[in-house]
């Protein structure tokens, strides 16, 4: 119980250091509910690993009774967007692939935008072949006949992948990258992302991808508002991270809400010069305020 009282001073510290104000605090979590599109961070913000957070299947369940419409943004190219669908659906979360984005279906629109049917050179695993398959993209095993060449996390990548991308890139391909991420959190600690890749490629190469696809890049937003339909002035991004989901939507002008349920402690934002527009504790926040 004494843990409890504990916990809620520091929030309500945290509170009115961001807003000053109590008064001002409690309209601003009123006005959570004012948008029309929530565009929510999965790990960190929804379930962490296999375990769902802070009552986020009734928060969901209560945007969609007011008719909100809800899209989810994952970062990770190494599953489908069917199993984060299947993963949501089991831990109560009605969903389809159609409320689901992730790097690899931004990476396959953003090279179908360059070039329709363009031939693709893939670092990556399987989901990541079939969303760039799925956009009428061609793979090659083929370095010399690939347009582009695509790094992702990679858990299956050794010496000649990176051999063929060296060929790949000095024949002339283009380059582009699923995600930033330089680890991926797993239970018990984490393992190397597509950042691991990109630095591979680029001690021998010297060259960077000339577009990131994932979060926080404008594309991964820009694909969301475009599945919801909706202007970014209707819409709010949640999620746990400063450096990706908050100045991702700082820099598309979305409103931002960070949630303390992930990598992001009361410390670090304190620190941090990325200021989000709110301060929750939890999604559950969202249903506090009704
Ligand atoms: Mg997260």
């Given at each position: 119980m004494q843990v409890m009282i504990i916990q809620l001073n520091v929030f309500q510290a945290l509170y009115i250091m961001v807003r000053k104000e109590p008064e001002e605090i409690m309209k601003h979590k009123s006005s959570l509910l004012k948008y029309q599109g929530?565009?929510?961070?999965?790990d960190g913000t929804i379930y962490l690993s296999n375990r769902l957070l802070a009552k986020a299947d009734q928060v969901i369940e209560f945007l969609e009774a007011l008719e909100k419409k809800v899209i989810f943004l994952s970062n990770k190219p190494i599953e489908s967007r069917a199993n984060y669908a299947d993963k949501l659906n089991k831990m109560g979360i009605n969903v389809t692939i159609d409320n689901i984005i992730n790097s690899s279906?931004?990476?396959?629109?953003?090279?179908?935008?360059e070039k329709p049917r363009a031939v693709v050179y893939v670092i990556g695993e399987p989901p990541l072949v079939h969303e760039l398959e799925a956009a009428g993209l061609t793979v090659t095993k083929d370095p010399l006949k690939a347009e582009f060449l695509v790094a992702a996390f990679d858990r299956t990548f050794h010496y000649?992948?990176?051999?063929?991308?060296?060929?790949?890139?000095?024949?002339?391909?283009r380059y582009f990258a699923t995600n930033p991420d330089k680890t991926c959190p797993i239970d018990g600690g984490e393992i190397p992302d597509c950042a691991g890749m990109m630095g591979a490629i680029e001690g021998v190469t010297g060259k960077?991808?000339?577009?990131?696809?994932?979060?926080?890049?404008?594309?991964?937003?820009?694909?969301?508002?475009?599945?919801?339909?909706?202007s970014a002035?209707?819409?709010?991004?949640?999620?746990?991270?400063?450096?990706?989901?908050?100045?991702?939507?700082?820099?598309?002008?979305?409103?931002?809400a960070l949630v303390l349920t992930g990598i992001t402690t009361l410390k670090s934002l304190e620190q941090s010069s990325i200021k989000p527009t709110y301060v929750l504790?939890?999604?559950?926040?969202?249903?506090?305020?009704h």
């Open positions: 929530y565009i929510f961070d999965l279906l931004v990476t396959a629109l953003c090279i179908q935008q000649n992948k990176l051999n063929d991308a060296m060929i790949a890139l000095r024949n002339g391909a960077r991808p000339e577009l990131i696809c994932g979060k926080p890049s404008p594309q991964m937003l820009a694909a969301a508002l475009k599945q919801l339909q909706l002035d209707q819409c709010l991004m949640v999620g746990d991270r400063l450096e990706t989901d908050i100045q991702m939507g700082i820099n598309l002008k979305i409103d931002t504790k939890s999604v559950a926040d969202f249903l506090e305020r």
